[in-house]
T-cell receptor
Framework: RKEVEQDPGPFNVPEGATVAFNCTYS??????FFWYRQDCRKEPKLLMS???SGNEDGRFTAQLNRASQYISLLIRDSKLSDSATYLC???????????FGTGTSLTVIP | DAGITQSPRYKITETGRQVTLMCHQT?????MFWYRQDLGHGLRLIYY???????DKGEVPDGYVVSRSKTENFPLTLESATRSQTSVYFC????????????????FGEGSRLTVL
């Protein structure tokens, strides 16, 4: 079983729509959680960390459910510029090891 | 500029040649990583380093060699390049304790796109 699993999509949504991405992780020892954004042929960049209490950054909301080993990312009022691949990343603090989902592709359509 | 830089950004080589990809970071992060990214596989860890002179294998280390004589540099060498090593290579750094990225996140270089003919 993969450490981190994501629905690869693609998600094609109209501008202004709300879209949600989900991610599950297999190892309960995972301690830190992140969403990264990767534009075509570029490096992944941190979108937001995910905290146990949930956190919001503008139009983006991240949630963590440790009991179900589940992470989500909600994007409200989608913009054309949100088109990218979103990577779910899980980290075990022991050894500072990162585990990546394969990414979910989002295209926002005018 | 501060950050993490990779060179070369693009490289075309032939089967059997040795290739070295360079990675340099200015944050003094303790951890550095090399990943390769291929369609259908996502990011796969090749090697990582917890500190100078400490390196360890990742998921796909075969055919690669790394060294880390200084904290800021982490070169990746393909000793005898094969076509299956055609890929995009990302170097990354992290410091779980302090400094830039004290939240423990990973910072990536811009990538090195390698084609082996």
């Amino acid at each position: 079983r993969k450490e981190v699993e994501q629905d690869p999509g693609p998600f094609n949504v109209p501008e202004g729509a709300t879209v949600a991405f989900n991610c599950t992780y297999s190892n309960s020892a995972s301690q830190s959680f992140f969403w990264y954004r990767q534009d075509c042929r570029k490096e992944p960049k941190l979108l937001m960390s995910v905290y146990s209490s949930g956190n919001e950054d503008g139009r983006f909301t991240a949630q963590l459910n440790r009991a179900s080993q589940y992470i989500s990312l909600l994007i409200r009022d989608s913009k054309l510029s949100d088109s990218a691949t979103y990577l779910c990343v899980v980290k075990r603090n022991t050894g500072n090891q990162f585990y990546f989902g394969t990414g979910t592709s989002l295209t926002v359509i005018p | 500029d501060a950050g993490i830089t990779q060179s070369p950004r693009y490289k075309i080589t032939e089967t059997g040649r040795q290739v070295t990809l360079m990675c340099h970071q200015t944050w003094s992060h303790s951890y550095m990583f090399w990943y390769r990214q291929d369609l259908g596989h996502g990011l796969r860890l090749i090697y990582y380093s917890a500190a100078a002179d400490i390196t360890d294998k990742g998921e796909v280390p075969d055919g690669y060699v790394v060294s880390r004589s200084k904290t800021e540099n982490f070169p990746l060498t393909l000793e005898s390049a094969t076509r299956s090593q055609t890929s995009v290579y990302f170097c990354a750094s992290s410091d779980p304790i302090s400094g830039v990225g004290a939240g423990g996140e990973l910072f990536f270089g811009e990538g090195s796109r390698l084609t082996v003919l």
